[in-house]
């Protein structure tokens, strides 16, 4: 049966939260629930981004603080492979992935010519992935 024909027998509604968030455990809804109310905070975030360009600036480490909460909630991993993890994960509850390669700031030749290469990677990884 085709993927298509699968979707179209299944009804989505995303009022019913129990199917919504099937695959989070208590402590994982109350994590986001808490940075999601941060996020909404535009006093919050002013600071934060503020904080952030400053320590950015002075090269101060703030993976500590970046990848157990933003990161860890929006991002499935740093390589592709990383990533299949987290893709396989969401597969089992029918949660479709699409990898993003992102990097910003790069414009000289090696981290575009990288750019690419991670690019056609994500796309051969997405034909050999069927989630």
Known sequence: MSDNLIQNKIKINFENTEIAFKSKSNAQLNKA???FKVMGNPGLVKVGNSLTKIAIGIHFP?????RPTLYAHFVGGETIKKCNTA???????NVKAILDYSV?????????EKALTETIDS????????N
């Open 33 to 35: 629930y808490l940075l």
């Open 62 to 66: 703030i993976g500590w603080a970046a």
């Open 87 to 93: 893709v396989k994960a969401l597969g089992e509850y």
């Open 104 to 112: 910003e700031g790069k414009d000289d030749d090696v981290d575009i």
């Open 123 to 130: 796309i051969k990884n997405a034909g050999q992935n069927p």
